[in-house]
C-alpha cells in the first residue's frame, strides 16, 4: 500500500458523523442539515432536457480534451465574465470532471516530490500552500504528491484573507504549489486586487503555480460587483497567465453536482501537461454532460434567478442568526461562517447540542482546519449552508436562535 495514504486525515464529515454518534435528536423536530455544500435548488429545465437529449453520446468514449464546442462555450464564458480580450479553446482552456477532481489532479502535474526545483538544500521535500481554514482536498493533493503542506491562517481582522507577509523566506523557496480559494470556502471572503497583486509578485519571485478555486464564484449578492477572479486580475495587472490556473465548475452555479463538469483554465503550458496527466488517469468527463455543459455555460437567466434566491435566503436568515451569534453577510458563496464564542460553547460542542436539542446540523470550523502556528483558526466558528430552500432555511435560523438563547444569560438577554 502506497505509505502517503496513512497521513491523510479524516474527511470533515467523517468527524461529523463520529460527533454525533449516539446522539439521539429530540423528538418533534424534523432534520434540518446546514451541514453540507450540496446546493439544493432544482436542476434548471434546460440543462435536464440537454442531458436527455444527450443520452446517444454514451455510445462513445469521451476525448479527455473535452470536445471543440464545450472548450468554446467555456472560453466564450470566461471571456465575458472576466472582461478578457482572449482565451484560446485549443490551449487555455481543459474540461474536467469537477472541480474537486482537477484540484487533486493538478497537484499530481505540478509537483516535483524529488524536490529538485525549489527545495532547500537539506533535501526537504516540496511545500504546497494553502489557506486555513481550507477545502481539505488540497492537503490531500499535497501529501499524495510527496509534497508538504503549509497553512497560511486566515485572519478576521482581515476579512478572513492569509497575511503572506508571516511566510518565512525558507518556505517560499520550497513552495511549488499555492492554492487559493476565492470565493473562500468556508469563509466567504473574495480576493482583492492588491491581494493577487502580492500573490503574482510572489511567484514571480519563487517560481510556484497558483491554483485558484473558484467554484463558488456565480454565488454573489451584487448584480453590478460579481467576485474578481484569477484571470481577470492577471489581466487588469497586465500580465499573462503565466504559472496560474483557475478551476470553475457548474455544481454551484447551475444546481448539478452529479453532472461532475468543470474546466480548468490559464497557463496553456501547464495545461499541456495536465492534459498528459489526465490522458493516463482517465477521468475524462462524459460526452452526454459535455453536451449539456455547453448549454449550462451558455445560459445566464438561469444563473442570476439562482443567485436571487440565495440572496433572498441571506438577507432573511443573517439578521435572525446575528441577535445570537457574530454573523455577517460573506462577500460571496452560500455559506454563513457564525462565531459561537459568545454562547459559551466550543464549536464543536455547539454542532452536538444543537443537533441533539434541535435536529440542526452545522459544521464545526475546527474540522475544516488545522493547527498550525499555535492556533486553530476555525476553533470557535461553525460553518452554515444555506443550501436548502428559504422555507427550510427559516426554520433552521429560528431554531438556532431558539437553542442560544437557552444557553447563557448573554444571549438570553438579546431583545426578540
Not at 14 to 22: I, S, Y
Not at 229 to 246: I, P, S, T, Y
Not at 337 to 349: F, I, Q, R, S, Y
Amino acid at each position: 500500500m502506497n505509505p502517503l495514504l496513512q497521513k491523510l486525515q479524516s474527511y470533515p464529515f467523517e468527524k461529523l458523523r463520529l460527533l454525533f454518534q449516539g446522539i439521539e435528536p429530540r423528538a418533534g423536530f424534523t432534520p434540518i442539515s446546514f451541514g453540507i455544500g450540496e446546493p439544493k435548488h432544482p436542476t434548471p429545465a434546460l440543462i435536464r432536457d440537454a442531458v436527455i437529449d444527450s443520452l446517444d453520446g454514451m455510445a462513445s468514449y469521451p476525448a479527455t480534451l473535452g470536445s471543440a464546442p464545450l472548450r468554446e462555450a467555456i472560453a466564450k464564458w470566461v471571456m465575458t465574465r472576466y472582461g478578457l480580450p482572449s482565451i484560446n479553446p485549443a490551449t487555455e482552456v481543459l474540461p474536467v470532471s469537477g472541480s474537486r477532481e482537477a484540484l487533486f489532479a493538478l497537484a499530481q502535474t505540478v509537483v516535483d516530490s524529488r524536490g529538485a526545483s525549489h527545495a532547500a538544500a537539506s533535501g526537504e521535500p516540496p511545500i504546497v500552500l494553502c489557506p486555513n481554514p481550507f477545502y481539505q482536498i488540497y492537503e490531500g493533493a499535497a501529501l499524495l504528491a510527496g509534497a508538504e503542506p503549509y497553512f497560511v491562517n486566515s485572519d478576521p481582522s482581515r476579512n478572513f484573507a492569509c497575511d503572506y507577509s508571516t511566510v518565512p523566506e525558507a518556505i517560499w523557496a520550497r513552495t511549488q504549489l499555492l492554492y487559493v480559494c476565492s470565493p473562500g470556502n468556508p469563509t466567504g471572503a473574495v480576493l482583492t486586487l492588491d491581494n493577487w497583486r502580492e500573490l503574482f509578485a510572489l511567484s514571480d519571485k519563487h517560481g510556484f503555480v497558483i491554483a485558484s478555486d473558484e467554484c463558488y464564484s456565480e454565488i454573489y449578492f451584487d448584480e453590478a460587483n460579481p467576485p474578481l477572479g484569477g484571470l481577470e486580475a492577471a489581466h487588469k495587472l497586465n500580465r499573462g497567465f503565466e504559472r496560474l490556473v483557475m478551476l470553475s465548475s457548474l455544481s454551484k452555479r447551475s444546481n448539478v453536482p452529479g453532472m461532475r463538469s468543470g474546466f480548468v483554465a490559464g497557463d496553456a503550458a501547464i495545461l499541456k501537461s495536465f492534459l498528459l496527466y489526465r490522458t493516463y488517469h482517465g477521468a475524462a468527463l462524459s460526452t452526454v454532460f459535455q453536451k449539456a455543459s455547453v448549454v449550462a455555460w451558455q445560459d445566464e437567466t438561469h444563473v442570476r434567478d439562482n443567485r436571487a434566491k440565495y440572496l433572498r435566503k441571506f438577507e432573511t436568515v443573517t439578521p435572525m442568526l446575528a441577535e445570537v451569534l457574530d454573523v455577517r453577510l460573506p462577500d460571496a458563496a452560500f455559506y454563513l461562517w457564525a462565531n459561537v464564542a459568545k454562547t459559551g460553547l466550543t464549536d464543536t460542542e455547539f454542532a452536538a447540542r444543537l443537533y441533539a436539542d434541535y435536529n440542526v446540523t452545522v459544521l464545526p470550523g475546527s474540522f475544516l482546519a488545522r493547527t498550525a502556528h499555535g492556533t486553530n483558526p476555525g476553533e470557535g466558528f461553525v460553518r452554515i449552508a444555506l443550501v436548502a430552500g428559504v422555507e427550510e432555511c427559516v426554520e433552521g435560523a429560528r431554531r438556532i436562535v431558539e437553542f442560544c438563547r437557552t444557553l447563557s444569560p448573554v444571549t438570553a438577554s438579546v431583545s426578540p
